[in-house]
Structure formats: C-alpha cells, structure tokens
C-alpha cells in the first residue's frame, strides 16, 4: 500500500517550512523529511539548498494557491493549543488521524505526556519503519490501528489504556474532510462518552460551502480537484456559521474557530511574511461534555 499522498504533502510543507530562516519559519520539524518519498523526497531535498529553499514556498504557491500557508498555520496554531493545554495540566493526548505528525517528537511540551496515535496500521506500520530510520525513538509513543470508518473506535482506545477518569487532549487534524458524516459523528461520540472533564477537541475542517457550491473562495476549484486526482477527494465539510450548535448538539461546547488565513494574518505578518492562507480551511477547539 503506497502511504497517503496528501500526508505526505503535507510532511513536504512542513520540510518546505523548517527550510526557511530561524526567525521567520512557524515551526522546525526535523523529521519531516523522514516521511517523504519518491520525487517528494527529492523535492525536499532541494528546498534545503540555500536559496532554493527561501524561494520554493513561492513557487509551490504559484502551483497550488492555498494549502502550504494553510498547511504550516494551522500546525503552528495546533501546536500552541497543545503548549497551552499541557501547561494548563492535561497529560494525555490522543491523536485521531496522526498520519505523519511528528509532535510528539518534536514538542517538548509532549516529552513527559503519554500519546496515543490513531490512525490506519499500513500508515502506522510505514511511520514507524521511517522513525526508525531516522534513529527516532518510538517506544514513547502508544500506536493504535484504527480505520474510523470500519473498526471500533472505543474499544481500540481501551485497549491502549486510555485513562477515562483523566483529561485528555483530542487532536484531529487534516482528517474530517476525508471522512463521511457518519463516521464524523460516530467518532465525536466516543470522544465524547470517553472524555473526564476538562477534556477538549482541538479539530479541522472545510468550509462546507466548498463541497455543496454556496460558497466561493479562489482556490477552492484548484485545491478540491487536486485531492480528487489523487484519490483522496474531500467528502465532509461544516458550516462555521452553524458550528456552535452543531457540536452542542453533540455534547461539545464551541471555545473558538478561525480560519487559517484569519490565523496567517496573525502569525506570519510579526515575521515579515506575505504568505496566504485559506478562508476555506478551518481550526476549531471545544470543550468536551462528558456524558
């Protein structure tokens, strides 16, 4: 089974990131060219090339409008949600969907907090062959295979030895677009029916105007199209407008949601960046209601 194209993308735009100068880039992420194969592995190879690599975001862009500011804003916003919750006393943080994430590697923030990676086993399976190559350590990690929309969740979960009666944080990112309506609201109910109190979601997802036609944004014909050729076509979206009560309806009380260009106005302008992200991609944080 060949890895997922749009995780590894995403692991070339944070390669692309790590690339720039210290003091403009969001992030550094070392280990993301470890994920990364085949021309993508070339690509990220030549971004590290000193002027090669501080023109090729620009480039990328002029290809794909959208997706790189959006892909590196929201893994700077995630991470500080991650900081601020771990500060604020949660230790245990489950990743929904993990792919190719590298947090719990390269946060210090998760160096003493227990992860728990959900995600498919043939990507779990080719993310530990890649970790190890790197020299990374995957002992700290908790790799559980789940399918969201064929395998049980919740048991999964048990068995990994997820603690109930402490908060958790859940991070889903990149991975609700993909799924169906279904499945989204299976998933948010075991979250919820698992969650103690104080646990919280932090999630994206894409402006459900995208897929049904109400709503306009530039880059959404080019972007939708080029998940699709790779056949991994978007196939969920919400309405930010109806969100709040979308997930109050599903035991979750809405904290706050943005829109990563919102979010690139406000990271990459203090570092001199004319980057732009998308209207059309979103990040949201809730609370957990338990049952």
């Known amino acids: ?108 923030a998760l160096r003493h907090t227990r992860v728990i990676e959900i995600d498919r086993r043939e ?32 048991s999964a979960l048990r068995t990994a030895e997820f603690e109930t009666t402490k908060p958790a944080l859940f991070l889903w990112e990149g991975v609700t677009n993909y799924l169906t ?18 646990s919280m979601l932090v999630f994206t997802f894409v402006h459900a105007g995208v897929l049904d036609g109400t709503a306009d944004f530039p880059e959404a014909e080019r972007w939708v199209r080029s998940v699709a050729k790779v056949g991994e076509p978007w196939t969920f979206g919400l309405n930010p407008a109806e969100l709040h009560d979308y997930l109050a309806e599903r035991g979750f009380d809405l904290l706050w949601e943005e829109s990563t260009a919102a979010a690139g106005r406000r990271y990459f302008a203090p570092s001199g960046r004319a980057d732009r992200a998308s209207e059309l991609y979103r990040i949201a944080a809730a609370r957990i209601c338990p049952s």
Do not use: C, N
Request: aromatic share 6%.
């Open 1 to 108: 089974m060949r890895p997922s194209f749009t995780a590894q993308t995403m692991a070339l735009q944070r390669a692309m990131e790590t690339a720039l100068p210290e003091r403009s880039r969001l992030f550094s992420d070392p280990l993301a060219t470890a994920f990364l194969s085949g021309p993508l592995r070339g690509a990220a190879a030549l971004v590290r090339m000193p002027l090669l690599g501080r023109t090729a975001p620009r480039l990328y862009d002029l290809i794909w409008p959208g997706p790189r500011p959006s892909a590196v804003v929201r893994t700077r916003v995630i991470d500080d949600a991650i900081d601020t919750a771990v500060a604020d006393g949660i230790d245990q943080v489950v990743i929904l969907g993990a792919g190719f994430d590298s947090r719990a590697w390269r946060l210090d």
């Open 181 to 198: 309506a279904e499945a989204v609201d299976h998933t948010l109910d075991i979250v919820r029916r698992l969650s103690a109190p104080g």
């Open 123 to 154: 990507t779990q399976e080719m993310k530990v062959a890649a970790l190890r190559r790197a020299h990374a350590t995957v002992d700290s990690v908790r790799f559980v295979p789940v399918d969201f929309e064929r395998d049980d969740l919740e």
